[in-house]
């Protein structure tokens, strides 16, 4: 079974440019969710999809970060414009329903200047 | 406001012994917990759940225990061995119904020396 795959893996902006990161979850996966990890801290959900429609979003900046699921399965993250605070590793997982344990993908590592 | 706590930053233990890793919670409306262990630049990789109707769970070298009493749970691995040095994730499912957002502690780094 393929994992969750992440693209890419690594990415260095400036602060105020914007960026994108995409995320395809295991096949059959109706749960997808983007977690934020900074540096010495545990994972952050920033936002859960159940299918193609948004289930919490409560921690997502919305001021500057989307998201979306098209077609219930690929999702991208946007962030625009960046902050220097946004330097993190951003970590995508999907589960086979929610409540069921979450299988992570190997995350991208955004820098920025 | 940390709901879920791992106190120790860094553990090492010599390859056989057991190794304890501990993680203490807040909210008494968490019923299910996991462990997930993370090597460097990979994404977290599940371990073990447990529910909060269990007090024990356990997977080959791997046991979770849970305490509801006292919020506390403990994962050991037994014996240890070097492939297990890895950062570990306590996690606490939070939510209901659709929602299923995980709360995870700080990490423990645990480190199994030859």
């Known amino acids: 079974e393929a994992g969750v795959a992440q693209s890419p893996r690594y990415k260095i902006i400036e602060k105020r440019q914007s960026v994108a990161f995409w995320c395809n979850p295991i096949?059959?996966?109706?749960?997808l969710y983007w977690y934020q990890q900074i540096l010495g801290q545990g994972p952050k959900l920033l936002i859960q999809?159940?299918?193609?429609?948004?289930?919490?979003d409560s921690q997502l900046p919305k001021d500057r970060f989307s998201a979306e699921r098209l077609k219930g399965v690929d999702s991208t993250l946007k962030i625009q414009p960046a902050k220097l605070e946004d330097s993190a590793v951003y970590l995508c997982?999907?589960?086979?329903?929610?409540?069921?344990?979450?299988?992570f993908g190997d995350g991208t590592r955004l820098s920025i200047l | 406001d940390q709901q879920v706590k791992q106190n120790s930053p860094s553990l090492s233990v010599q390859e056989g012994r057991i190794s304890i890793l501990n993680c203490d919670y807040t909210?008494?409306?968490?019923?299910?917990f996991l462990w997930y262990k993370k090597y460097p630049a990979e994404g977290p990789t599940f371990l073990i759940s447990?529910?909060?109707?269990?007090d024990k769970n356990e997977d080959g070298r791997f046991t979770v225990f849970l305490n509801k009493s006292a919020k506390h749970l403990s994962l050991h691995i037994v014996p240890s061995q070097p492939g297990d040095s890895a950062v570990y994730f306590c996690?606490?499912?939070?939510?209901?119904?659709?929602?299923?957002?995980?709360?995870f502690g700080q990490g423990t780094t645990l480190q199994v020396k030859p």
């Open positions: 997982a999907s589960s086979l329903e929610a409540r069921q344990p979450q299988h």
């Open positions: 096949s059959g996966h109706a749960t």
């Open positions: 999809f159940q299918n193609n429609g948004v289930v919490d």
């Open positions: 909210n008494s409306m968490f019923d299910y």
């Open positions: 447990i529910s909060s109707i269990k």
């Open positions: 996690a606490a499912l939070s939510g209901s119904g659709n929602t299923g957002k995980l709360i």
